[in-house]
């Protein structure tokens, strides 16, 4: 009923339609709160469910909207499943199963219907340890995140107690400019547990893009809208290949851009001019290519930081040149 995995029926519950996106992974997160708080899934107390969820919402900043605990509750329940393809819970009182319920206009409504959920079984089993709802958190972060939305973005905050890793981390970051450059990262993200590649993701990307002022280091695009960035922080050496997560080994890239520097249509020499994939080299490796809208950059320098210490290092430049770069071949012969 939920699909595969935790993270396959977050994504559908944050897609699901009605309310603002942000009320049920709200509610979710809540209702896991309080199972580490003494509650079990069989039985979370209504009143305990929606006090954390007006809380939850009060912490992120979205004041306005406490005391709408009742539509996640019901959406997300098996009565409100007509219009929610996902049922986390069905609804009790006492020991009862309350089924069919009509939708409640108000928390005291819906109180006066039922004052328990229970999850159902495929989720009830998923958040059975710690562990597990700590697994769980973690993928609906991760989801909030990617969706952008700045509600979402303001409950990660709120709820995540790792926030201030991330902190620790961006301090981390400074300091290391400090130190020599090393192109791969002696403890590689993707050793570490789960949360701290979490906070080392978005420390790595605050600490780019502040130094690049969010814009695109190649086009100057800058496009914010509150904590709704369009840029993104690039890795010059990416740190799925190890690639420290240093500032001098990042840069600050609009989407278009990101994504044809990882895959090596251009690149930048260490003085950082930047070099396009010519149409000969691309011919010449037998690719159909139209790379005509990244021509105009070739041979003007990339953006500085506006930190002179966080500049490209050259070693991470020369890596991309020599390592992703298509034309690097091409460059060569011109
Ligand atoms: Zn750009």
Not at 21 to 45: C, E, F, Q, S, W
Not at 86 to 106: I, Q
Not at 221 to 249: F, M, S, T, Y
Request: charged share 25%.
């Amino acid at each position: 009923m939920f699909g595969p995995s935790p993270t396959a029926w977050i994504e559908r519950l944050i897609r699901m339609p009605r309310s603002r996106r942000v009320y049920k992974p709200a509610m979710l997160l809540a209702a896991l709160d309080a199972i580490d708080a003494g509650a079990t899934a069989a039985h979370i107390p209504l009143d305990d469910l929606l006090d954390r969820f007006d809380d939850l919402l009060e912490r992120s900043g979205l004041r306005g909207d406490t005391s709408k605990g009742f539509q996640p509750a019901y959406h997300l329940s098996d009565s409100g499943a007509p219009s929610s393809p996902v049922p986390f819970w069905s609804l009790r009182r006492g020991a009862t199963a309350v089924h069919g319920l009509a939708k409640p206009g108000s928390n005291g409504a819906l109180r006066r219907a039922a004052d328990a959920v229970a999850l159902l079984p495929p989720l009830a089993v998923e958040v059975e340890t710690l562990d597990a709802r700590q697994a769980v958190r973690e993928a609906i972060y991760d989801l909030l995140e990617r969706d952008g939305d700045p509600d979402c973005l303001a409950l990660v905050r709120a709820h995540d107690v790792s926030y201030a890793d991330v902190q620790a981390d961006q301090q981390r970051l400074r300091e290391r400019l400090l130190q020599p450059f090393r192109l791969d990262d002696p403890a590689p993200r993707r050793c570490l547990a789960r949360r701290e590649q979490r906070s080392r993701r978005r420390a790595f990307a605050a600490e780019v893009l502040d130094a690049y002022a969010r814009a695109c280091a190649l086009c100057d695009l800058r496009i914010q809208w509150g904590d709704l960035v369009e840029a993104e922080a690039a890795h010059i050496k990416p740190h799925a290949l190890d690639g420290a997560d240093d500032v001098r080994n990042g840069l600050a890239l609009c989407r278009t851009h990101h994504w044809s520097f990882d895959r090596g249509l251009w690149s930048a020499t260490d003085a950082a001019v930047v070099q396009v994939v010519s149409p000969d080299v691309a011919a010449a490796q037998g690719a159909a290519a139209d790379l005509g809208s990244l021509q105009p950059f070739r041979g003007r320098r990339l953006r500085p930081p506006t930190l002179a210490g966080a500049r490209p290092h050259r070693d991470a430049l020369a890596w991309h040149w020599r390592s992703l770069y298509r034309g690097a071949g091409g460059a060569r012969a011109e």
